[in-house]
């Protein structure tokens, strides 16, 4: 089962470049979210989507931008990269409300020079 | 707003020690609770969850109970292993605007030393 897959796992972006981090889940979840964590910080809300089309920020959306064009992808857009952007990124998907289990993604580890 | 709190680290122990982490939460209502656990470069796992008072999660050897009485959520293991070195995430489920997303501590790192 592959679950959550993002990529690219490492990147390297110099200021002022763009990429963007993707994200699948094979596991028909109607939650996506994606959340970054600084170090020794624990993990911040940065977009969210509770299905295809529907996207909403979460606690540190600025400089990010998503869509949700399928159920299983979630994009993440880094427009301008910036060097406060340098952290890692996990996707997550979960499937309704309640007490359902969220899956993370490995992670992508990004630094900005 | 909702917020997770946990005892800083690191937590250094040797093998077979007895662990707690601290957890306490700030939130309206009684929302789920979860610990995630992080392998060194690897991303998170949900470890255990409670959904309601005084319900125990459990799994792997560790346990936590949802204690609404102290708004804590404390993980427990009697004998901790050296594959058991992680960094241990306490997070709360908050429902807002009907969507629920999780609200993270800030972690937790354990080295357990043979």
């Known amino acids: 089962n592959a679950g959550v897959t993002q990529t690219p796992k490492f990147r390297i972006l110099k200021i002022g470049q763009s990429m963007t981090l993707q994200c699948a889940q094979d596991?028909?979840?109607?939650?996506m979210y994606w959340y970054r964590q600084d170090p020794g910080m624990g993990l911040k809300l940065i977009y969210y989507?509770?299905?295809?089309?529907?996207?909403d920020k979460g606690e540190v959306p600025n400089g990010y931008n998503v869509s949700r064009s399928t159920t299983e992808d979630f994009p993440l857009r880094l427009e301008l990269a910036a060097p406060s952007q340098t952290s890692v990124y996990f996707c997550?998907?979960?499937f309704g409300q309640g007490g359902n289990t969220i899956y993370f993604g490995e992670g992508s580890w990004l630094t900005v020079v | 707003g909702n917020s997770v709190t946990q005892m800083e680290g690191p937590v250094t122990l040797s093998e077979e020690a007895f662990l707690t982490i601290n957890c306490t939460y700030t939130?309206?209502?009684?929302?789920?609770l979860f610990w995630y656990v992080q392998y060194p470069g690897e991303g998170l796992q949900l470890l255990l969850k409670?959904?309601?008072?005084?319900d125990k999660g459990s799994n792997k050897g560790f346990e936590a109970t949802y204690r609404k009485e102290t708004t804590s959520f404390h993980l427990e293991k009697g004998s901790v292993q050296v594959s058991d070195s992680a960094v241990y995430f306490c997070?709360?489920?908050?429902?807002?605007?009907?969507?629920?997303?999780?609200?993270f501590g800030a972690g937790t790192r354990l080295a357990v030393h043979p």
């Open positions: 997550a998907s979960s």
């Open positions: 596991m028909n979840h109607n939650y």
């Open positions: 989507s509770v299905g295809a089309g529907i996207t």
């Open positions: 939130a309206t209502g009684y929302p789920s």
């Open positions: 409670a959904t309601k008072a005084d």
């Open positions: 997070a709360l489920r908050e429902v807002s605007g009907g969507y629920n997303k999780l609200i």
